[in-house]
């Protein structure tokens, strides 16, 4: 191979790095299949034009530059929570990016593999104001809409059979079902994660009718999802997410990542591709990571434009923020 294998690599008998089936039949095709939501404002949504943004949009296009390096080569196609594992499971999407809660039963008895965590969420409630309530803890009594087929149900009864409150659940198919309940007054407050609380309010008819109670009841760490059966499939779209990562800790963003080529900065160099071959082992190219900021961006852009202070949601960094910020976004090196 000439330059020596970096510690760990595995090849093949043949001496070639593994090959990726789902890598394989995206380039045969020319676009990568991404399942997404259903329309949820800063996670994933399309606009009038069927242009899709959001955090979770973000993952599927940054993966696309890796491979493609071009991020419009990507083929959202919208799940609902009911059927989004089967379609990835089926082969319908290369992999599922849609707020979706990594569990041990989904990481095991689905036969699907979590490559990380884009967004740590956790489920709280929302109800009108003029209900006068302060906590969850107050909700006795109470109708309160949730999907189903998602772990907000599941958490839902967990919670209040743990605090012996008597509730009543009103559940439905879909998330705008939920939402549409809700806002038609059919249940006494809406459940779901916490970041989607905060924008489906804003698509209320007036939402400063309504308050997100301060409530948060579960962890929720939310992130992209492939099957099991393909492991460098799953380094592909887990590395992308460290990327991201990582370019935000090295200072590494859009508009400056040209100027990074020329740094003398080894690790600088490792990411841009300068130095070292960490590409082939994926089969990509070595300026992979290069591309996926060139594209899109570092974590902390993605995450501003789409949730936080750039966008309509205006969601605080949090748990979100670097783990050298306070907070638990933390990324192993590329080395």
Same mark, same amino acid.
């Given at each position: ?65 890796? $491979? ?90 967990? #919670?209040?059979?743990?605090?012996? $409150? ?15 309940? #809700? ?32 409530? $948060? ?34 200072? $590494? ?83």
């Amino acid at each position: 191979m000439g330059a020596a294998l970096a510690a760990g690599t595995v090849l093949c008998a043949s001496g070639a790095f593994a090959q990726s089936p789902t890598l394989a039949q995206a380039k045969s095709r020319g676009i990568l299949h991404c399942g997404s939501g259903t329309g949820l404002a800063g996670f994933g949504i399309p606009d009038a034009q069927g242009t899709w943004s959001g955090l979770d949009v973000d993952v599927c296009r940054a993966v696309a530059s890796a $491979i493609f390096n071009d991020p419009t080569k990507v083929k959202f196609i919208p799940l609902s929570a009911k059927d989004r594992f089967t379609a990835l499971q089926s082969g319908e999407v290369d992999l599922l990016s849609r707020t979706t809660t990594w569990t041990i039963s989904r990481d095991t008895a689905l036969g699907l593999n979590f490559a990380g965590v884009n967004y740590y969420d956790g489920q709280g409630f929302m109800v009108r104001k003029k209900l006068g309530v302060n906590s969850a803890l107050q909700l006795s009594g109470a109708s309160i809409c949730t999907q189903q087929g998602t772990t907000t149900e599941l958490n839902l009864a967990d #919670y209040f059979r743990a605090n012996k $409150i008597k509730y009543e659940v009103v559940a439905f198919a879909s998330n705008q079902e939920t939402v549409k309940a #809700y806002e038609s007054g059919r249940c006494d407050a809406f459940t779901t994660d916490a970041s989607g609380l905060y924008a489906e309010r804003l698509g209320l008819a007036n939402p400063d009718e309504h308050v997100v109670l301060p409530d $948060i009841i579960s962890k929720e760490p939310l992130g992209p999802v492939v099957r099991h059966g393909d492991d460098v499939w799953l380094d592909i779209v887990k590395w992308t997410l460290f990327a991201m990562v990582n370019a935000e800790e090295l200072g $590494i963003t859009k508009a400056n990542v040209d100027e990074m080529l020329k740094s003398e900065n080894p690790e600088i160099r490792r990411f841009v591709g300068t130095e070292g071959k960490f590409g082939a082992p994926m089969g990509l190219t070595d300026d992979w990571a290069y591309r996926i900021i060139k594209h899109v961006g570092n974590y902390g852009e993605s995450f501003e434009r789409n949730v936080g202070q750039g966008s309509l949601l205006k969601i605080a960094r949090g748990q979100n923020a670097l783990w050298n910020k306070g907070g638990l976004q933390y990324a192993p090196p590329i080395r």
